[in-house]
């Protein structure tokens, strides 16, 4: 199965593709797609959309994971400039007809590192371990969206 994970963002939206058979993965792409803080937000989310409707197109992945919205009461705005590159990305998905999963933050690390409040290193590190990658990518976000695509390898093998 071909997995894409998304991390989203309005600055920096992470991404990962693995390929997982078994317990074996392998990673096939990862990266970001930056917007600049200075440009309009239609022209931002034109570009995350773009960003993964090629992305999609170009790896063929058999779904998308998301990480479901997490709002801290302190911090609304947060919510709402997350959700608007969630959408765009929604959309992405729904027009090129790939199914669209999403998880908690905590189930994601509860299925991957085996605690639910793992920290960001640990995530990292479990990662690296699983992908059989020589360093710990450069950023969080990336980690982020490879993080959830294991995730979900995990949680389907488990229903069966």
Do not use: W
Request: one cysteine or more; glycine letters at 6%.
């Amino acid at each position: 199965m071909k997995i894409l994970g998304i991390d989203p963002a309005l600055t920096i939206t992470g991404y990962g593709v693995i390929i997982t058979q078994d317990n074996n993965f392998v990673l096939v792409e990862a990266g970001i797609i930056s917007t600049k803080a200075n440009d309009d937000i239609g022209s931002r989310l034109e570009k995350i959309f773009n960003g993964v409707t090629k992305l999609i197109l170009d790896t063929k992945p058999d779904c998308l994971v998301l990480e479901k919205i997490y709002s801290h009461y302190r911090h609304p705005a947060t919510s709402y400039i997350l959700g608007q590159a969630r959408g765009v990305i929604c959309l992405a998905a729904a027009v090129s007809n790939i199914p669209l999963v999403e998880y908690a933050a905590t189930r994601v690390k509860k299925a991957v590192v085996g605690q639910g409040l793992a920290s960001k290193l640990q995530v990292k590190r479990m990662v690296a371990g699983i992908l059989k990658l020589d360093k710990l990518p450069k950023h969080t976000d990336v980690t982020d969206a490879l993080v959830l695509a294991i995730a979900h390898s995990y949680i389907i093998r488990n229903r069966r």
